[in-house]
């Protein structure tokens, strides 16, 4: 089996690594976007394009399954790129919003996204099918992918939006970008007895699974 895996930085490692835990076996190729990294402020068609592009070698080389690993890829161009290469399987990423209305106590969440995927289609509509009932809280988290890219994250940084989304009644924090994957621990520590946090790692292998299995 072999499996591409897509993002525009380092968040597509996160997900890759957490494949190779539940695909020990499989073939994992991961390419991204180094050059135009970060995504999250661009606008739709030239996310659209630039995925397109940075997606090829994955598409010459043959994969079962394109992960793309990104929320604000999979937000923007996925149904373009479902229809312009509609042999090829493609597995998307998206903010966990209906995860989080089921576990939620206190009919609050806090959604962590780029700017785009916010403001995207795709997301509205999950919130409308998924988070109607629920407060949704969308901390600005315009910098964050550009600050752990390049190892610049810092505590307080963190630590203040999660302290902010937390005292505003939030009990679940989605993750909705890989990148932030990388501080999942942080988080997960700073909104200890407050919030839980989840991202779709898992997910995805299950996805996988499913996806091949069908075939
Ligand atoms: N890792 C990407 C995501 O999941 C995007 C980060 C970016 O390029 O802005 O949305």
């Known amino acids: 089996m072999k499996l591409g895996v897509f ?5 597509g490692e996160a997900v890759a690594d957490a494949l190779r835990k539940t695909f020990p076996d499989a073939e994992i190729v991961t390419v991204n976007d180094r050059a135009n990294v970060p995504y999250g402020g661009k606008s739709p068609a030239l996310v659209l394009r630039l995925t397109d592009a940075a997606i090829q070698p994955l598409l010459s080389g043959k994969c079962d399954v394109i992960i793309l690993a990104c929320n604000t890829a999979t937000a923007l161009a996925i149904d373009a790129l479902r229809q312009k290469y509609p042999a090829q399987k493609f597995i998307g990423i998206e903010p966990m919003v209906k995860t ?6 206190r009919s609050v969440i806090a959604v962590c996204a780029t700017k785009a995927t916010l403001a995207s289609d795709r997301y ?9 009932a629920l407060r949704i809280i969308e901390p600005d988290c315009s910098e964050w992918a550009s600050l752990i890219e390049n190892n610049l994250m810092n505590r307080s940084h963190i630590e203040r939006a999660i302290n902010t989304v937390c005292e505003d009644g939030a009990d679940v924090i989605v993750l909705g970008c890989t990148h932030y994957h990388w501080i999942k621990e942080l988080i997960t520590m700073l909104a200890a007895g407050r919030a839980k946090v989840i991202e779709p790692s898992e997910a995805i292998g299950r996805r996988v699974k499913a996806l091949l299995s069908d075939a």
């Not at 993002?7 to 968040?11: L, N």
């Not at 989080?100 to 106590?105: D, E």
């Not at 509205?124 to 109607?132: E, Q, S, T």
Request: avoid cysteine; charge should be positive.
């Open 100 to 105: 989080a209305a089921a576990l939620t106590k």
């Open 124 to 132: 509205k509509r999950l919130v409308r099918d998924h988070g109607a």
């Open 7 to 11: 993002d525009s930085g380092i968040g």
